[in-house]
Structures are given as structure tokens and as C-alpha cells.
């Protein structure tokens, strides 16, 4: 089955290389609020210390194939499948990020720690609430050496 999505607004930082695929955590984006919604549309968001936020990965092209690879193409990491990494290169190229609300005024969101780049397409907005969040998470530790630097700040 095909579906059809259209976006809700635009990523604008200064991130513009999608291939700088680390230090995202002190990276603050204004996401861009398309006109056909009204000013009110982000109302009463200010007031969650995070939202989650869906987007498109338009510039990563989808993988040839789905069998399983380490990710980021490491060797130190082991093979996983498509479903176990978040990497841009998936089917239908969805990513979604946790991000701090920074302000939401009008149809402008500010956020901090999206790994977007500048002019991504965002599909939608939905503010993170405890009781929707896991506990007892759980994750192999090979996740640690992928992450190590994914979220720190540049140094």
C-alpha cells in the first residue's frame, strides 16, 4: 500500500552536510511552520520540555538492498538489519528525534538536539509525555561505541 504525506514545516539551522553525521546535541533549529496552519498551532507546546519530532531524510537516497550491515559501515560494530539501526538510508527515509523545546511562538519552533539538517522537511510534531515513554529500556551495548560522540557538543 502507497501513502501519501505532506509536511508540516522546514528544519532551518546551520547544519547543511548530511554526511556530518555526529555532534548534534548543542545544535539549535528553528523548525518553519507551513502558513496553511494557523499562529495558534504550536499553543500550549512551550509548556513540555520536549517534543518529538518527524521528519524526512530527503537528501539520503534509500539502500540497494535490506540485508543486514553494521552500522555506519564500522567493523567494530555487528551486522544488524534495517530495523534494528536509525540510520537515513531505510525505507521510506523516516527519522525521529527527541528534541528540547526551546520556544514555540507563532509557527516558529525552536528546538535543541534535532539531527536535521537545514532545510528538511518535517512531517510532524507530538510532545513527548512520560506516560507514552518506556521503561526498562534496554540496548546492546555496541549502541555505546555508536553513539559515543553522536550528541556531544563540538569541541
Known amino acids: 500500500m502507497n501513502i501519501t504525506l505532506g509536511t508540516v514545516g522546514i528544519v532551518q539551522n546551520t547544519r547543511t552536510d548530511p554526511g556530518d ?5 548543542d545544535v539549535i533549529s528553528a523548525i518553519l511552520i507551513d ?4 499562529e495558534d498551532c504550536l499553543q500550549g507546546l512551550e509548556e513540555f520540555s520536549h517534543v518529538e519530532v518527524l521528519y524526512h531524510f530527503h537528501q539520503a537516497q534509500e539502500r540497494p538492498d535490506y540485508h543486514a550491515r553494521p552500522p555506519r ?5 555487528p551486522a544488524v ?8 538510508r531505510r ?9 528540547r523545546v526551546l520556544s514555540a511562538e507563532r509557527r516558529q519552533l525552536t528546538v535543541r538536539g534535532l539531527d536535521a539538517v537545514d532545510g ?21 551495548p555496541w549502541v555505546e561505541a555508536l553513539m559515543a560522540e553522536y550528541f ?4
Open 73 to 77: 559501515g564500522r567493523s567494530d560494530l
Open 120 to 140: 528538511t522537511p518535517v512531517i510532524d510534531l507530538k510532545p513527548v509525555m512520560r506516560q507514552f515513554l518506556p521503561t526498562g529500556l534496554r540496548q546492546p
Open 152 to 155: 556531544m557538543p563540538r569541541r
Open 81 to 88: 538489519g534495517v530495523f534494528a539501526d536509525r540510520g537515513p
Open 21 to 25: 553525521t555526529d555532534h548534534w546535541g
Open 91 to 99: 525505507p521510506n527515509r523516516i527519522g525521529a528525534t527527541v528534541c
Open 35 to 38: 502558513e496553511r496552519f494557523p
